[in-house]
């Protein structure tokens, strides 16, 4: 059965250090790969997708994730954490007929 | 702004109604799914429509039932409901095999 997990639930960062926030999904063939991210009380913006080539993509406000095949992953990263990037990612995956989130990770950024 | 828009932004009602989420898709695009957020359910996706049929269908109540019209817009009919109904509603859509724009939704408490 197709999945995506997320296995971080709540990550704490400085203001101005790296982050990376953990995806990994089963799935049998390729699939459509997107980052998202949640606001308090706001919906669901997309940041960043994958469908094919570059396995590495560029998104909005800085956040760029990496797709490896191997390890059936798509972690998204961001070298400089600023406050405003306090809020909660979601990974999700296409497999061609239903959309599939993961659990979410919890994004606090401390000064 | 992504475009999808929901109403209403608030909901109250009390158990054993009935009540009816609406909403409209970006200009252009056929499918419209509907998800579930909850504290300890997490994201949950209930159903998509495409074109006005059903295409998939994920973790929706019987009590709850989805349609979409010929105008594209479509609506979340939520009855007797329950206090563990009280969540938010998002709707997203999406052109096929896109990206999904998410609205931003619809808060239903249940009293």
């Known amino acids: 059965a197709q999945s995506v997990t997320q296995p971080d639930i709540h990550i704490t960062v400085s203001e101005g250090a790296s982050l990376e926030l953990r995806c990994n999904y089963s799935y049998g063939a390729t699939p459509y790969l997107f980052w998202y991210v949640q606001s308090p009380g706001q919906g669901l913006q997309l940041l960043l997708k994958y469908f094919s080539g570059d396995t590495l993509v560029q998104g909005i406000k800085g956040f760029e994730a990496e797709f490896k095949r191997s390890q059936s992953s798509f972690n998204l990263r961001k070298p400089s954490v600023h406050w405003s990037d306090a809020a909660e990612y979601f990974c999700?995956?296409?497999?061609?007929?239903?959309?599939?989130f993961g659990t979410g990770t919890s994004l606090t950024v401390i000064p | 702004d992504s475009g999808v828009t929901q109403t209403p932004k608030h909901l109250i009602t009390a158990t054993g109604q009935r009540v009816t989420l609406r909403c409209s898709p970006r200009s252009g695009d056929l499918s419209v799914y509907w998800y579930q957020q909850s504290l300890d359910q997490g994201l949950q996706f209930l159903i998509q429509y495409y074109n006005g049929e059903e295409r998939a269908k994920g973790n929706i109540l019987e009590r709850f039932s989805a349609q979409q019209f010929p105008d594209l817009h479509s609506e979340l009919n939520l009855s007797s409901l329950e206090l563990g109904d009280s969540a938010l509603y998002f709707c997203?859509?999406?052109?096929?095999?896109?990206?999904?724009?998410f609205g931003p939704g619809t808060r239903l408490t249940v009293l």
């Open positions: 999700a995956v296409y497999t061609g007929n239903q959309f599939y």
């Open positions: 997203a859509s999406s052109v096929p095999a896109g990206e999904q724009f």
